[in-house]
Structures are given as structure tokens and as C-alpha cells.
């Protein structure tokens, strides 16, 4: 069974920067395309990014592209979110979604102040 943790989360002042990371266990890291999602409270669950099997394409939102960064480290099993220039509109819980097994994270808590 694939499991995803995510960790990084926090308190940011807009403007700042935080790295999220997704370990996933269970199924064999590289076989996968894997993304990020997000949902602020009230809102639905949207798309910020994802990053294919191979690791040679990524895709963004409109909303985070230029800001965000997505890779991954099949050695480590990992996939990274590399936020950047955060703002207060970015403040949501973040999820990472592995697309193949159709398997959620738990989420970690982004919130960002102006």
C-alpha cells in the first residue's frame, strides 16, 4: 500500500520562501507521475504542480508559476515543492498526490502573513 507523508509546512511572512516534501513508501518511487495540490479553507481543492515519473517535465498553475518549484529524488523516495515569494493567497493545506494510484498525503499546513 503507497503511502505519502508531507512535512515542511509552517508560518510564513509573505515574500519568504518554504520547501515541502512528500516521502512516499510503498511502490516504486520513480514508476509515477506525482503532484501537488492545495485547499484553502472554504475552496475547493486545486492544482499547483506536478512533476512526471522521469522527472524531465513539470507542470505549474498560473497562480504559482515563477514562484514554485517541483523535482523529486528517487533516491530518497521524495518530491519536493520549493515555494518561493510567498503570498497571503498561497495559505492553504498543502497535498501531495501520487497520480497512478490515485494516493493522498495527509496534507501540511502553508500560511503565509502580510
Known amino acids: 500500500q503507497v503511502q505519502l507523508v508531507e512535512s515542511g509546512g509552517g508560518l510564513v511572512q509573505a515574500g519568504g520562501s518554504l520547501r515541502l516534501s512528500c516521502a512516499i513508501s510503498?511502490?516504486?518511487?520513480?514508476?509515477?507521475?506525482k503532484g501537488w495540490f492545495r485547499q484553502a479553507p472554504g475552496k475547493e481543492r486545486e492544482f499547483v504542480a506536478a512533476i512526471s515519473s522521469s522527472g524531465a517535465t513539470t507542470t505549474y498553475a498560473n497562480s504559482v508559476k515563477g514562484r514554485f518549484a517541483v523535482s523529486g529524488d528517487n533516491a530518497k523516495n521524495t518530491v519536493y515543492l520549493q515555494m518561493d515569494r510567498l503570498k497571503p493567497e498561497d495559505t492553504a493545506s498543502y497535498s501531495c498526490?501520487?497520480?497512478?494510484?490515485?494516493?493522498w498525503g495527509q496534507g501540511t499546513q502553508v500560511t503565509v502573513y502580510s
Open positions: 498526490y501520487q497520480f497512478a494510484t490515485k494516493s
Open positions: 510503498g511502490g516504486t518511487f520513480s514508476d509515477y507521475a
